[in-house]
């Protein structure tokens, strides 16, 4: 969270250590949380969240849990998917299943992202 808000100097300088000189990998639910607290507590529109994912993505030296599942979710977060139903729709692809969902918004933008998706 440091490493890309730099909303406190000295934690912001030990993230910026340890993000360069460590391995780091990042779980799916890590992966969430960073997600919701910057929509949440930073203001965060989801282009700069979807940037900041993909940032991580991008260092040498991170690497996340199921990344073919991140991938995923991000690409479906720029067709306006949320990064919460993003992760369960990678999750039920990775599994071949069909989503089964009440919100209508979400079966629309998956099902053009091609994800089978039922709207219940």
Not at 67 to 84: D, F, H, N, Q, S
Request: one cysteine or more; glycine letters at 4%.
């Amino acid at each position: 969270m440091r490493f890309l808000t730099h909303d406190d100097p000295a934690q912001t300088a030990r993230a910026i250590t340890v993000m360069k000189h460590r391995n780091v990998r990042i779980a799916k639910t890590v992966a969430l949380e960073l997600a919701w607290v910057l929509r949440s507590a930073y203001d965060f529109p989801p282009a700069a969240i979807i940037e900041a994912i993909e940032r991580l993505g991008g260092m040498h030296n991170v690497s996340f849990e199921d990344p073919r599942a991140i991938v995923l979710a991000v690409a479906l977060m720029k067709t306006g998917v949320e990064i919460e139903d993003a992760l369960h729709l990678a999750a039920c692809a990775e599994a071949e299943g069909e989503f089964v969902t009440f919100d209508a918004k979400l079966a629309k933008r998956g099902t053009q992202s091609g994800m089978k998706i039922t709207l219940a």
